[in-house]
């Protein structure tokens, strides 16, 4: 058998094993597996794209699920998105988004255009003496915001502030009370980014991390600039899987878990960085799937205007990679509500009509974690139904020497699709230029065709949820030339 080993454009075509292109196809634990596809969460729409989206922990364990849009803060309550907006509109600009955070049971707010935002129940408000902020983040009682404006220090990209010790409305400097501030200003550009990591809080700026330690009065934080010239272009870029923060920096995929950040050497950077459209890094959208080990990472491409239309997935724990074809407004690791007797109607009028998802799916349960993205109709969609189309296209088999004749294809299918097809592709000079002749389907757990040629290239297109660790080629030489 040849064994998959993911999506890896950036690697030699006549390596084995390499997935060249893929649509919908996921790492999982010994296998790929053909992506979820998106079930409607039943909580309708939001007024327009959404900017935000959130699940904040409270203190007992329950959880405040929040999204928001250019002019209103919304929070599921009873199954639908309802306004929990304070008195007076937001404007967000186009570029802004919403971030949140949990301080104990206050939930919290910032989107650089208002001062911070806190509600313990209901309705948001505006919060003391805390001023507008980019970023929020909370660790060791205190409130941590980043590229702020106010406090008396104007709107400043380069500067943090926190809070007073146990406090979210106090942010009046006081060496006393441990609210604080502080500058960033040995190397170039705003904050784009900050987040916990264990003790300890980080801060991102395009090329440039900060490490911040807890060291009581009257300093109360110490940041020490991490070496090199790694960054991140945005917050939702790095994704905290409580070990280490995982993100798209400005030339890898790095990881960072408190001493040096990591390249990932994978093999996509190079695709990921001819396929990004550089004007709209800020936009990159990540998520972490905790139950399944996965990171999604959601960026516009040069043909999407702007858009989240392309999406790249890490397998934290097999070192991975796969690819995702949707286009969406914004994602996160939602926590569902689960459904009812009583409330299976609202997803259909009857039993045959209900959404095509797997009975054992977390779509069904309370309290389970299912990433979910916001498409561009403005409503959450869980990712847990059955899947739908999904490809697999190959890496080249064969030689510039020798005539080979492919006969059969074997997928190896932990779990086999509804149906599949096979595409097959030859060249007989150096593999530069590849013909499509023969399409097949999968039949008696096999791909039939008899094509002789000096490479060979197969893609596999299947229907349905699916599981597959590799493939067999039944191929034998010709004779040489």
């Known amino acids: 058998m040849i ?8 690697a030699l075509p006549e390596t084995p094993g390499i997935i060249l292109d893929c649509m919908n196809i ?11 596809s998106p079930v409607d969460a039943g909580l309708g729409a939001i007024d327009a794209a959404a900017k935000g989206f959130s699940v904040n922990r409270k203190l007992d364990g329950t959880n405040r699920v929040f999204s928001g849009s250019s002019t209103y803060l919304y929070e599921q309550v009873g199954g639908v998105w309802t306004d929990v907006s304070r008195a007076t509109n937001y404007a967000l ?65 380069t500067r943090w502030a926190c809070s007073a010790v146990g406090s979210y409305t106090d942010f009046t400097p006081s060496i006393s009370t441990g609210c604080v501030s502080g500058q960033f200003l040995d190397s ?7 987040k916990r990591l264990g003790d300890v809080i980080v801060a991102y700026k395009e090329k440039a991390m900060y490490v911040g330690q807890f060291v009581g009065s009257p300093s109360w934080w110490n940041f020490i600039r991490v070496p090199g010239d790694i960054g991140a272009p945005v917050q939702e870029s790095v994704v905290n899987t409580g070990t280490a923060h995982f993100f798209i920096g400005p030339d890898d995929f790095y990881a960072f878990d408190g001493s040096r950040p990591q390249a990932l050497n994978s093999p996509c950077r190079n695709w990921l960085f001819a396929n990004i459209d550089q004007r709209y890094m800020q936009r990159i959208c990540g998520s972490f799937d905790r139950f399944n080990q996965r990171i999604f990472w959601w960026f516009p491409s040069k043909q999407g205007n702007g858009t989240l239309d392309m999406c790249v997935v890490f397998n934290v724990k097999t070192g991975q990679w796969g690819r995702v074809n949707l286009t969406i407004e914004f994602v996160a690791d939602y926590v569902s509500g689960g459904v009812t007797i009583d409330g299976l109607a609202s997803y259909g009028a009857s039993i ?9 799916s977390p779509f069904w349960s309370s ?17 847990s139904g059955a899947a739908g189309e999904s490809r697999i296209l190959t890496g080249h088999y064969g030689d510039n020497i020798q ?9 190896r299918f932990i779990r086999s699709p509804t149906s599949s097809t096979l595409n097959y592709s030859y060249s007989n000079t150096d593999a530069t230029q590849f013909t499509q002749n023969i399409s097949t389907t999968y039949q008696n757990n096999w791909y039939d065709l008899i094509w002789s040629a000096r490479w060979h290239k197969y893609e596999l297109i299947f229907n349905g949820d699916m599981s597959i660790s590799g493939f067999d080629l039944v191929m034998s030489p010709d004779g040489s030339e």
């Not at 902020?133 to 205190?142: D, G, P």
């Not at 170039?188 to 900050?194: D, F, K």
């Not at 005539?403 to 997928?411: D, L, W």
Request: with cysteine; proline share 7%; aromatic share 12%.
């Open 3 to 10: 064994p998959f080993v993911g999506f890896s454009p950036d």
């Open 26 to 36: 996921i790492p999982a634990i010994g296998s790929f597996v053909a992506a979820p």
């Open 93 to 157: 600009g186009a570029e802004n988004r919403w971030r949140f955070s949990q301080f104990g049971n206050v939930s919290l707010a910032v989107n650089k255009t208002s001062v911070l935002q806190f509600s313990t129940t209901g309705d948001f408000a505006d919060s003391g003496t805390a001023p507008k902020a980019e970023i929020v983040e909370t660790i060791n009682n205190q409130v941590f915001l980043f590229n702020i404006d106010g406090m008396g220090f104007g709107d400043d990209v």
């Open 188 to 194: 170039p550009g705003a904050i784009t980014a900050g």
């Open 352 to 360: 045959d009509a209900l959404p095509d998802i797997p009975y054992d």
């Open 367 to 383: 309290g389970s974690s299912v990433l979910t993205v916001f498409k561009t109709d403005h409503k959450a969609y869980q990712l």
């Open 403 to 411: 005539f080979s004749t492919c006969s059969r294809v074997r997928p």
